[in-house]
């Protein structure tokens, strides 16, 4: 069981990973796509700084497992993903959504009432693809792939480039079905390979 946490403080963080610190949970995901609301607003995972101070005062408080998650919008992932390994986090996961916009061109507005809003979904996938075997050739802790898988092929495809686990989001609104589906075909193509598990194929990429 991994409980996702989110806040626009360090305080807010360090108050729920107390709290899930006296919880049976199993380990605590990290959602640092928020806004740091005594620095400008600007997302927690978008600088070093912030996502190394989050990351340290949360593990200082915590002694469950620790698994941060980062956010696309950023110029270097790795650099990101380094912060969050050097202040102690246990695992990453990636990615959150990419901020999107469309525009109603009738009437000019933006078509969310935010204006702007998270994007994720299959439209996503290849910059997770490209950001998880970025991350993998940076760190030694574990990754887990997000972003835009629907299928077990694409499963498969973001292990090859580097995640040990995956996670699934949008798929689930259009099939409930999709993750089991996932499972069993990812449980067929190890079989196919000869694989004990699907995870011989973690990291298995061959690059050009
Ligand atoms: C409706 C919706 C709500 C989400 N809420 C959260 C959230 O509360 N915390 C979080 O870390 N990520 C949240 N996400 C991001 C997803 O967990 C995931 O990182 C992202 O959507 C990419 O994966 P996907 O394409 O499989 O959905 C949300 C995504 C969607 C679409």
Not at 78 to 105: F, P
Not at 136 to 157: C, F, H, L, Q
Request: charge should be negative; glycine fraction near 8%; proline fraction near 4%.
């Amino acid at each position: 069981m991994i409980a996702n946490i989110a806040g626009n403080t360090v305080e807010d963080y360090c108050a729920l990973a107390e709290k899930l610190n006296q919880s049976n949970v199993d380990m605590i995901e990290l959602n640092i796509s928020c806004p740091n609301v005594k620095h400008g607003g600007v997302n927690f995972g978008t600088s070093t700084q912030s996502v190394a101070e989050v990351t340290s005062q949360v593990k200082r408080r915590c002694q469950k497992p620790l698994m941060v998650k980062l956010t696309p919008n950023v110029t270097s992932i790795g650099d990101i993903a380094k912060a969050a390994e050097d202040a102690g986090a246990d695992a990453l996961s990636l990615i959150n959504t990419l901020t999107g916009m469309r525009v109603d061109i009738n009437t000019r507005r933006p078509m969310l009432r935010n204006n702007t809003g998270g994007l994720s979904g299959p439209a996503i996938f290849p910059v997770a693809v490209r950001m998880v075997h970025e991350v993998y050739k940076r760190v030694k802790i574990p990754v887990i792939g997000m972003g835009g898988i629907s299928t077990w092929e694409d499963a498969t495809e973001m292990m090859i480039a580097g995640a040990c686990a995956v996670q699934v989001g949008t798929a689930n609104f259009h099939d409930p079905f999709a993750c089991i589906k996932i499972i069993e075909g990812l449980e067929r193509f190890a079989d196919s390979l000869g694989l004990n598990s699907i995870t011989e194929l973690t990291g298995t990429l061959q690059e050009w």
